[in-house]
């Protein structure tokens, strides 16, 4: 493993290491708006979006309010590969990107001309702030004869540092691809989903060496306590997004990226599901299939202090109030060095042809 480890507490849990505790320590408490202020932030919204020619693009993990928001102004509510490639594709100038950094930044590495915009800059990931560019960069030197494949929940240093930027959507795929043409990979950071890919390809040895890096709002989920809940629902299925524990991904029936549990929701037989990622999915998965019903997976053992509570607690500081702000102030700009992103736009730009071409 990496020097990560030394950092880390007694607990394999991410959310107990100091360095990510650090972050989580800084997060704001949201303030509850009424529906009046709500609808008054949301119409201020709508017309600025129109008068500064800007695109609201959200992930699935934000505040359904935003999720709407996005839908209503012809903006892309998706998955982070559907983000990114929306945001490369769209006529918009200004690019508003609610979710985390490394997805505003991904925005930005594709479309250098634009201005990016986020509600905030402090929403990160634990993915990213787990893979520091230096001790990265380290580890890979250390491992010449190995293509570097890396999640896109990481940095846009650590994505210059790569071959290859993948996200949940064709991990797998460009990870077979690369064993198919008998190269070795570093896979990084989540180690779920890089056991995942491993046991699912059969990689063995050091053909896969795996980066020690974990989400904490994934991590929570329990084995024991999701089997109890199949014995209360046992006509359901589970979907799970693979940055959940190798446990959790086994007794699975389907595992993929957002969009994939959306579609899994709409293409399965069965009337329930039950579904191991963040909550705010399940808008999306309600209104893709209204006749069908979701139940959360449990995230946490007996006895056991829920963390994350199938929360993202970055997601979660994206607001009405602050995207209004951001909007109005064209403040919260994404910048990333020209340099850097030209290096790191070639590994985004693999993975953006690979999904053309496969
Ligand atoms: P997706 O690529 O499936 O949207 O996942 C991004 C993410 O951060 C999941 O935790
Ligand atoms: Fe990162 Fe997990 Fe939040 Fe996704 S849900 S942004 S992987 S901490």
Redesign the pocket.
Known sequence: MNKLENLSSESNLIADRVFVRSYLDKIPENRQLSEQENADYESKIIALLAKKNAALVA???TDPLLQALADKTSGCV??????ARFGSNSSATTLMVC??K??GETAKILSPEKTVLMPTLEAT?S?DIGCPIETFSAYCDQHPDHKVVVY??TSAEVKARADWVV???IAVDVVEHLLDLGEKVIWAPDKHLGRYIQNKLGAQGDEMLIWDGA?I??EEFKLKALKDMKHLYPDAAILA???SPLPILNVADAV??????INAAISRPEQKFIVA??SGIFYKLQQAAPEKEFIMAPTSGDGATCRSCAQ?PW?GMNTLQNLYESLLNESNEVHVDLKLGKRAMVPLQRMLDFKQDN
């Open positions: 992930h699935y993990y998706a998955d982070s590969l559907e983000m979710g985390v490394f997805m990931c993915l896109a929940n996200t949940s959507a989400c709002v994934h997004h693979p940055e993929g990226s957002t969009t994939q549990i990622t963040d993202c997601m």
